[in-house]
């Protein structure tokens, strides 16, 4: 299986700073990674899908880039709605696997 | 609009067999490309993938659980169906379904709200 891992774990910022995750895989996954946002006691919505396409609907404020192995989500200035839980998700090969998550707390 | 709703017992005992139901507004479960997951959250934790069918009635199932899962589709009732036996606490979870109408490279893009199932005697 491949692992993804993610960091930070957890990371504490204000509005309208620049916040950047990074996810590495465990082996090439070419460009086939997804980013979601989830909110507590909601589902997950998805941001990002093949490493830098912008789901339809989600703001520009959002962006992915990477391939192979390392990636990383970029939020260009951070919004009061955007403080949440992210995750990475390869699909790139089955079985699909998560990375383990990245709070972004208020600082 | 197109909407899922997970259906299925709030309280399992250990060792029985979970049975949870995604049931499809606004989307038929016959279309090609499809890509159904279920996807389970233990409280306070990560998300952890399960199992998947895709429009061809692929499926895949997460390693460490495949002996226990089983996926289909329930095209007369425009269902997808999960099973899970032999249920442990360790189970205890939220239980998504998720669809993107399109091959899983492109990840899920609809969301159940999740349906809460605690393993305990």
């Known amino acids: 299986d491949i692992q993804m891992t993610q960091s930070p774990s957890s990371v504490s910022a204000s509005v309208g700073d620049r916040v950047t995750i990074t996810c590495r895989a465990s082996q090439g996954i070419s460009n086939w990674l997804a980013w979601y946002q989830q909110k507590p006691g909601r589902a997950p919505n998805v941001l990002i899908y093949a490493a830098s396409s912008l789901q339809s609907g989600v703001p520009s404020r959002f962006s992915g880039s990477g391939s192979g192995t390392d990636f990383t989500l970029t939020i260009s200035s951070l919004q009061p709605e955007d403080f949440a839980t992210y995750y990475c998700q390869q699909t790139n090969s089955f079985p699909l696997t998560f990375g383990g998550g990245t709070r972004v707390e208020i600082k | 609009q197109v909407t899922l709703r997970e259906s299925g017992p709030a309280l399992v005992k250990p060792t029985q067999t979970l049975t949870l139901t995604c049931t499809f507004s606004?989307?038929?479960?016959?279309?090609?490309?499809?890509?159904v997951t279920w996807i389970r959250q233990p409280p306070g934790k990560a998300l952890d993938w399960l199992a998947v069918?895709?429009?061809?009635?692929?499926?895949y199932y997460n390693t460490s659980l495949k002996t226990r899962l089983t996926i289909s589709k329930d095209t007369s009732e425009n269902q997808v169906v999960l099973t899970m036996t032999n249920m442990d606490p360790v189970d205890t979870a939220t239980y998504y379904c998720?669809?993107?109408?399109?091959?899983?490279?492109?990840?899920?893009?609809?969301w159940g709200q999740g349906t809460t199932v605690t393993v305990s005697s």
């Open positions: 069918i895709d429009g061809d009635d692929n499926k």
């Open positions: 606004g989307y038929s479960v016959r279309n090609s490309p499809l890509c």
């Open positions: 998720a669809l993107r109408g399109n091959h899983c490279y492109y990840g899920v893009d609809v």
